[in-house]
């Protein structure tokens, strides 16, 4: 079952388009990382999946609901926190916690009462009063006692300091020990979910790129060296799997996005037969790296 | 229902201390009243001006204020307010805010209520009085809410505030160059008619723009709404002709003959007639060229002419009065118009107001001028003329005095 489901989402703000028929999937347990350049469409997406705003076209199902039909009843499931909300700021910690509590049939004041501890907050300081680290602490407290089915966390690490971020994570990883829950966690920055999320997706100019497990992800990338012999490689009519296939003298570098093992062997012997080729593992963040720029070639090239 | 209390509860914790500064202005207005209704000569003035600013000034900004204040912690105009990420519907926080607003409209009744009845008010004084105070609560609300709702912060709402005085103080003066031209020739019905044809256009527009919000959170859309209002009210104020609908007319005044008062014009002195009485409190003659005499009046609640509601006793071209203040020196007199004072005061059943003549010698009084006033009022008499027919008694020259016809 997916826990979002979108298709052919698009909004529009004035002429300028932040989605374009984008087309995305959560399963449910999975924490999906949201990653994209600022400006791609992640806060959009965000927004209109907790319906604080309508889409220009397409839908976007939460929890099996249209994103504009959320109910209380759904609402009770979601947990959200975002760089950009307004939390009541006049309210000390434990007020807003006092607050929240009685909208969440399912709030567990043991699992409050940890967390609290667990943050490091002070129950009876001003949340005005708390810096940008324990204010986005705060909103999560706010959201992880009643057990959410889904979190939707957006920008959260952003202006956060490393030991910060940790607390954070814990926090997330102790709720997600005790329950089944979904994490939709977007960032412009692949380090920071790296550790935390096993699906990824990638939105580029209000479009999906792609969306899959981590693991497969990291499996089916290589960077290839290749050291070259006296022959001459064959580098004419590259496959399109492919990607940033440069020659420096007689060494040739590219990015191979559908490795396996047994197609390396066959086109190592095809193309370059008397040459070492040597396939290296690949960071998350450099694969996503050469999909972007590999797509903006693509949208360049279409565009000339 | 718990929720909704609890959206409720909150907000009067954020508020708390507005609410409380509030309801120390409305005891002070009520406090100061009392004080001035208790004193004679020029001892009121002050407590007059207190009172007087309280209830014009401190008290509509504060009220203004607290309803900015209700939706600040909640605005309803698109964003990612913390609200709106709950488990909260715009119906339930709708319902909350008009609760608390609601109450906000009771308050001052209810800070009223033990003045009043410390004061021997009748159920019928306690009734009028209710209504007269929540009215003005109402009135403010009305004004406040379309801004509250379409201002996603304090700041924005001051600002949308201030664009909006603006904009109705651009109506009132094109409405003075181009309809009105300053002649005040419009009939009294008209106006009436106007006046709630404006009132009910606003109310629609602005329970329009809260239900559009608060459910959809179309900001542009409620502006439009609010500006299309605006522009339906200068139309009617402009354009509409037709009298008051028969279910708003007043009822005709039956005509009556001319009451005429006599009191010596000097301060302290009065004059009882049918258990009304009329008192002379301060006379200053020659200030800024100008003899502004004030009088206070009382009535008590079994009077006849008790009016039926206080709004309807505050208004003069319901029941037309003027003063002559007559010269013994000389016989000449001048007229005045009543600037009634609406703030009104009742106690042990009778109610009283205070009113403020102010006569032109220089510009009205016939022939030279006396170099020195004062010789000229003393002994003078103030004689106040009531009734349908009030208006044939304006004087513009010399005449007789004691009530004789001019």
Same mark, same amino acid.
């Given at each position: 079952m997916n826990v979002i489901e979108t298709s052919q989402l698009s909004r529009s703000y004035g002429r300028a388009? !932040?989605?374009?028929g984008l087309n995305l999937t959560v399963p449910a347990g999975s924490i999906f990382a949201f990653i994209g350049a600022n400006g791609a469409g992640k806060t959009t997406t965000i927004k209109v999946l907790m319906n604080l705003l309508e889409p220009s076209g397409g839908v976007a199902r939460v929890l099996g609901t249209d994103s504009r039909r959320l109910s209380p009843r759904e609402r009770e499931k979601i947990g959200y926190v975002s760089e950009n909300q307004k939390l009541p700021? /006049?309210?000390t910690v434990r007020q807003l916690l006092d607050y929240c509590? *009685?909208?969440?049939?399912? /709030?567990d004041r043991d699992l409050e009462a940890k967390l609290l501890k667990q943050f490091e907050?002070? *129950?009876?300081?001003k949340i005005r009063q708390l810096s940008r680290g324990m204010m986005m602490k705060a909103a999560l407290l706010s959201s992880l006692p009643y057990r959410p089915k889904l979190l939707v966390l957006d920008e *959260?690490? $952003?202006?956060?300091d490393p030991l910060v971020r940790d607390e954070f994570v814990r926090g997330m990883l102790e709720v997600s020990q005790q329950s089944e829950w979904t994490i939709f966690i977007s960032s412009h920055d692949i380090n920071e979910v790296e550790q935390l999320a096993d699906r990824v997706g990638l939105i580029d100019a209000g479009r999906m790129q792609f969306a899959e497990p981590i693991e497969g992800l990291m499996g089916r990338f290589r960077r290839i060296d290749v050291t070259l012999g006296n022959a001459e490689p064959?580098? %004419? !009519? !590259?496959?399109? $799997? /492919?990607?940033e296939v440069e020659r420096m003298g007689n060494h040739v570098r590219f990015v191979d $996005? %559908?490795?396996t093992q047994d197609s390396f062997d066959a086109y190592r012997a095809e193309r370059f037969p008397d040459a070492e080729a040597v396939p290296v593992p690949m960071k998350l963040r450099d694969i996503f790296v050469t999909l972007a720029k590999s797509r903006r070639g693509q949208a360049v090239a279409a565009a000339s | 229902m718990s929720l909704t209390w609890h959206i409720v509860r909150k907000d009067v914790t954020r508020l708390r201390w507005v609410i409380l500064l509030w309801v120390v202005a409305l005891a002070g207005e009520i406090t100061l009243a009392a004080i001035q209704a208790t004193l004679d000569a020029e001892g009121h003035v002050l407590f007059y001006m207190a009172a007087w600013t309280f209830g014009n000034v401190f008290i509509p900004v504060i009220g203004y204020g607290l309803v900015m204040g209700l939706q600040d912690d909640d605005p309803? =105009?698109?964003?990612?307010?913390f609200w709106m990420t709950r488990p909260i519907t715009g119906g339930r926080l709708l319902s909350a805010k008009a609760l608390l607003a609601a109450l906000f409209c009771l308050v001052p009744v209810a800070i009223s209520v033990p003045f009043w009845l410390s004061h021997d008010f009748g159920l019928g004084a306690l009734w009028k009085s209710s209504v007269h105070v929540l009215w003005r609560q109402v009135l403010i609300s009305l004004l406040a809410v379309p801004f509250a709702v379409i201002s996603s912060s304090g700041a924005k709402f001051v600002t949308n505030t201030l664009v909006g005085a603006v904009a109705v103080l651009g109506m009132v003066l094109l409405y003075r160059m181009v309809?009105?031209?300053?002649?005040? =020739?419009?009939?009294d019905a008209v106006l009436v008619s106007r006046g709630w044809i404006i009132l009910c256009v606003w109310i629609v527009a602005a329970a329009t723009a809260a239900l559009n919000q608060f459910y959809r959170h179309r900001t542009q859309r409620s502006v439009a709404i609010l500006v299309t209002a605006a522009f339906a009210c200068f139309a009617v104020s402009m354009?509409?002709?037709?009298?008051?609908?028969a279910l708003l007319a007043k009822a005709p005044v039956p005509d009556s003959a001319p009451v005429l008062v006599e009191v010596p014009a000097r301060e302290g002195a009065h004059v009882s007639r049918d258990g009304r009485t009329v008192r002379v409190i301060s006379l200053i003659p020659d200030f800024s060229r100008t003899i502004v005499v004030e009088v206070s009046e009382s009535e008590p609640?079994?009077?006849?002419?008790?009016?039926?509601s206080l709004s309807e006793g505050s208004t003069p071209a319901h029941r037309p009065e003027h003063y002559v203040l007559v010269s013994q020196d000389d016989g000449r007199a001048l007229t005045a118009e009543v600037t009634r004072s609406p703030e009104e005061l009742h106690a042990d059943r009778v109610r009283y107001f205070r009113s403020t003549l102010v006569f032109y010698p220089y510009r009205d009084l016939q022939g030279p001028v006396p170099s020195n006033i004062g010789p000229w009022i003393a002994g003078a008499v103030l004689v106040k003329v009531e009734g349908?027919?009030?208006?044939?008694?304006?004087?513009?020259g010399p005449t007789e005095r004691n009530g004789g016809a001019p």
């Amino acid at each position: 079952m997916n826990v979002i489901e979108t298709s052919q989402l698009s909004r529009s703000y004035g002429r300028a388009d !932040a989605l374009h028929g984008l087309n995305l999937t959560v399963p449910a347990g999975s924490i999906f990382a949201f990653i994209g350049a600022n400006g791609a469409g992640k806060t959009t997406t965000i927004k209109v999946l907790m319906n604080l705003l309508e889409p220009s076209g397409g839908v976007a199902r939460v929890l099996g609901t249209d994103s504009r039909r959320l109910s209380p009843r759904e609402r009770e499931k979601i947990g959200y926190v975002s760089e950009n909300q307004k939390l009541p700021d /006049w309210m000390t910690v434990r007020q807003l916690l006092d607050y929240c509590r *009685p909208f969440y049939p399912t /709030w567990d004041r043991d699992l409050e009462a940890k967390l609290l501890k667990q943050f490091e907050l002070p *129950p009876d300081r001003k949340i005005r009063q708390l810096s940008r680290g324990m204010m986005m602490k705060a909103a999560l407290l706010s959201s992880l006692p009643y057990r959410p089915k889904l979190l939707v966390l957006d920008e *959260p690490f $952003s202006g956060l300091d490393p030991l910060v971020r940790d607390e954070f994570v814990r926090g997330m990883l102790e709720v997600s020990q005790q329950s089944e829950w979904t994490i939709f966690i977007s960032s412009h920055d692949i380090n920071e979910v790296e550790q935390l999320a096993d699906r990824v997706g990638l939105i580029d100019a209000g479009r999906m790129q792609f969306a899959e497990p981590i693991e497969g992800l990291m499996g089916r990338f290589r960077r290839i060296d290749v050291t070259l012999g006296n022959a001459e490689p064959s580098l %004419q !009519a !590259a496959p399109s $799997s /492919w990607l940033e296939v440069e020659r420096m003298g007689n060494h040739v570098r590219f990015v191979d $996005s %559908q490795f396996t093992q047994d197609s390396f062997d066959a086109y190592r012997a095809e193309r370059f037969p008397d040459a070492e080729a040597v396939p290296v593992p690949m960071k998350l963040r450099d694969i996503f790296v050469t999909l972007a720029k590999s797509r903006r070639g693509q949208a360049v090239a279409a565009a000339s | 229902m718990s929720l909704t209390w609890h959206i409720v509860r909150k907000d009067v914790t954020r508020l708390r201390w507005v609410i409380l500064l509030w309801v120390v202005a409305l005891a002070g207005e009520i406090t100061l009243a009392a004080i001035q209704a208790t004193l004679d000569a020029e001892g009121h003035v002050l407590f007059y001006m207190a009172a007087w600013t309280f209830g014009n000034v401190f008290i509509p900004v504060i009220g203004y204020g607290l309803v900015m204040g209700l939706q600040d912690d909640d605005p309803v =105009t698109e964003g990612d307010s913390f609200w709106m990420t709950r488990p909260i519907t715009g119906g339930r926080l709708l319902s909350a805010k008009a609760l608390l607003a609601a109450l906000f409209c009771l308050v001052p009744v209810a800070i009223s209520v033990p003045f009043w009845l410390s004061h021997d008010f009748g159920l019928g004084a306690l009734w009028k009085s209710s209504v007269h105070v929540l009215w003005r609560q109402v009135l403010i609300s009305l004004l406040a809410v379309p801004f509250a709702v379409i201002s996603s912060s304090g700041a924005k709402f001051v600002t949308n505030t201030l664009v909006g005085a603006v904009a109705v103080l651009g109506m009132v003066l094109l409405y003075r160059m181009v309809a009105d031209n300053g002649a005040h =020739t419009t009939p009294d019905a008209v106006l009436v008619s106007r006046g709630w044809i404006i009132l009910c256009v606003w109310i629609v527009a602005a329970a329009t723009a809260a239900l559009n919000q608060f459910y959809r959170h179309r900001t542009q859309r409620s502006v439009a709404i609010l500006v299309t209002a605006a522009f339906a009210c200068f139309a009617v104020s402009m354009w509409w002709d037709s009298g008051a609908p028969a279910l708003l007319a007043k009822a005709p005044v039956p005509d009556s003959a001319p009451v005429l008062v006599e009191v010596p014009a000097r301060e302290g002195a009065h004059v009882s007639r049918d258990g009304r009485t009329v008192r002379v409190i301060s006379l200053i003659p020659d200030f800024s060229r100008t003899i502004v005499v004030e009088v206070s009046e009382s009535e008590p609640e079994s009077s006849p002419s008790y009016p039926a509601s206080l709004s309807e006793g505050s208004t003069p071209a319901h029941r037309p009065e003027h003063y002559v203040l007559v010269s013994q020196d000389d016989g000449r007199a001048l007229t005045a118009e009543v600037t009634r004072s609406p703030e009104e005061l009742h106690a042990d059943r009778v109610r009283y107001f205070r009113s403020t003549l102010v006569f032109y010698p220089y510009r009205d009084l016939q022939g030279p001028v006396p170099s020195n006033i004062g010789p000229w009022i003393a002994g003078a008499v103030l004689v106040k003329v009531e009734g349908r027919d009030a208006a044939l008694f304006k004087l513009n020259g010399p005449t007789e005095r004691n009530g004789g016809a001019p």
